[in-house]
């Protein structure tokens, strides 16, 4: 909401002027409505969302009047909110930088919201966990090197292992990640 008035001032009396030339100043005061009281979201849900990694991790940048006034929009569920974002650009014409600041996000996670949509669809918006999956240092060929070397010594610690595998391999492995990984074959064998 804007309020706006201005004032009208008389200028001093100077070379070429005349008083009747006014000098117009308008004074805008923006005032921003008060947000609506975020609805609480179901516990139930909320722990869903969580467990499954679509919980929207702030939900009060969330502007949009959809997300505001409506039951089943809802902006904490993160999927919800990228794909409304999306679809405001690409249906409704609305521009990428005004979209995603009315979904609470960065121009950036459009564009890469954008081509998750592309590229996997509507399960491309779930968010993937980051990092390695798994022991990926650990290929089967270092976990049968592993091996032979504790069969011929089976004192050998992980400290050693690593040295050796840095040697054979020139792969570098934490002496606690090698443990960890015969620890897993040993369980798979029993």
């Known amino acids: 909401m804007c309020n706006g008035f201005w004032i009208t001032r008389r200028i001093p009396r100077r070379k ?3 008083w009747p030339h006014r ?3 308008f004074i805008f005061t923006l005032r921003r409505e008060a947000p609506l009281p ?3 979201a179901s516990s139930a849900k909320r722990q869903a969302l969580q467990q499954q990694g679509t919980l929207n991790p ?3 940048k ?3 009047s959809l997300f505001q006034h409506s039951d089943f ?3 904490q569920d993160l999927v919800q909110v990228k794909y409304e974002m999306l679809r405001r ?3 409704d014409k609305h521009s990428v930088s005004h979209s995603a600041t009315a979904f609470g996000m960065s121009r950036p996670t459009f564009y890469q919201a954008q081509m998750d949509f592309q590229q996997g669809g509507l399960a491309g918006l779930v968010p993937q966990k980051r990092g390695p999956r798994g022991a990926h240092k650990l290929t089967p060929e270092v976990l049968d090197f592993i091996h032979q070397q504790r069969a011929a010594e089976p004192s050998l610690g992980g400290v050693t292992l690593a040295e050796r595998i840095q040697e054979h391999f020139g792969v570098m492995i934490h002496p606690r990640s090698i443990e960890r990984g015969v620890l897993r074959q040993q369980k798979k064998r029993i």
């Open 58 to 60: 702030h939900p009060e």
């Open 62 to 64: 969330v502007s949009d």
């Open 38 to 40: 975020q609805r609480p």
């Open 89 to 91: 650009v690409k249906v």
């Open 16 to 18: 070429g002027l005349t």
């Open 73 to 75: 929009f809802d902006p």
């Open 23 to 25: 000098n117009h100043i």
